[in-house]
Structures are given as C-alpha cells and as structure tokens.
C-alpha cells in the first residue's frame, strides 16, 4: 500500500479540524433554533445533522467562512421548510371544527402555550418568526435565509401574528404585555 493511501492529505485534515471547530462553536445555537422550528427536540436533532452534513458536504466549496452562522442559521431553516413541506402533504387533515384555545395559563407557563402555539403554525410562518424575533434579523435577512422575498417575509409574518393572536386570545397578550412592563420590556405589537 503506498503512503498516499495510508494517510490523509494535509488539506483535508485541515478541512476536517476546521468544521470540527465550527460544529463546536456552532452546534447549541443551530439546534436551539431547529428545535424552536420544529417544537420537539428529537426532530430539532434530526435537523440539526442534516444541517451541518450538507455544510460539511459543502465545506470544501466554502470560501467566506467568516459569515458561518448566517450560513448555518439558512441551511437549517430552508432544510426544515423542505422536509415539513413533504411531510405537509403527506399528513393532510381536514376537520370542520377550529382547534380549541388553550386554557388560561399561570405566567410561569407563558412560555410553554407560546412554543405549543408557536408549533401549530405552517413551517414558513414560524420559520419567518423565528428568524425575525428569535434571530432578530430585518425583513430582508430573513429573505435571504429563506431564499424568498421581502414581499413574503412581510405577509408571512403578519399571518403568523395574526394566527397566534387568535389562538393564544387577548388575555395571553395581556398577560404578556403586563408582565414585560413590570420587567422593564417595552411590549410592542
């Protein structure tokens, strides 16, 4: 056996600590915002890897390294956007009743009813809140990550708010709104 197969190229050694090292730095936040998509963290871990296996698929092709977790952050939202959108068709129900409100939570479960709600939503629509209220990200850095207009990301989000609107109903909102006034949050609309 000659000694070009025995060992690794230098190069690809030095690819391979390179996305080890970016995996490292970048793993708790890509599947804390999987999991924030999808509302479960065994998909959030399914998700995750695939994420980072089409980075390291593409790794070699990567040249602006610096901008990793922007990267990152689109390859894991468009990647749960086209799974959901597959699983979407496949589970299809149709119902002639609305799904019920949930019951008025204690202000330590706020958080519980909004990720519940949050779940509901089409993958698009909580894709784009995550991006723009989790992510913080302007209406067209959102765009960018899920490979649409700003146009759709305006609509999206104001769907998605409107949706959760309803189905957390106003007392929800002014229980929030109530408690980030006495935490020193300005709540906004």
Not at 68 to 81: D, E, H, I, M, S
Not at 124 to 151: K, M, N
Request: aromatic share 8%; net charge positive.
């Amino acid at each position: 056996m000659s000694a070009s197969h025995t060992h690794s190229s230098p190069a690809a050694t030095s690819d391979d600590e390179a996305f080890r090292r970016c995996f490292d730095e970048y793993v708790e936040g890509v599947r804390f915002t999987a999991r924030l998509l999808c509302g479960d963290w065994h998909r959030a871990e399914d998700l995750t890897q695939s994420a980072f296996l089409k980075v390291y698929l593409a790794w070699p092709r990567l040249y602006q390294r610096d901008r990793l977790g922007g990267y990152l952050r689109q390859v894991v939202v468009r990647t749960f956007v086209s799974e959901h959108r597959r699983l979407w068709r496949r589970r299809e129900w149709l119902t002639d009743s609305t799904p019920e409100r949930p019951a008025e939570a204690a202000p330590d479960d706020d958080r519980i009813v909004l990720l519940d709600a949050l779940a509901t939503l089409p993958a698009r629509q909580r894709a784009v809140l995550v991006l723009r209220y989790w992510h913080d990200l302007g209406i067209s850095e959102a765009a960018a990550a899920l490979g649409c207009t700003a146009g759709t990301v305006k609509s999206q989000t104001f769907k998605a708010l409107a949706t959760l609107r309803t189905r957390l109903g106003d007392q929800f909102a002014e229980r929030v709104a109530a408690s980030s006034s006495t935490d020193g949050v300005r709540g906004d609309a």
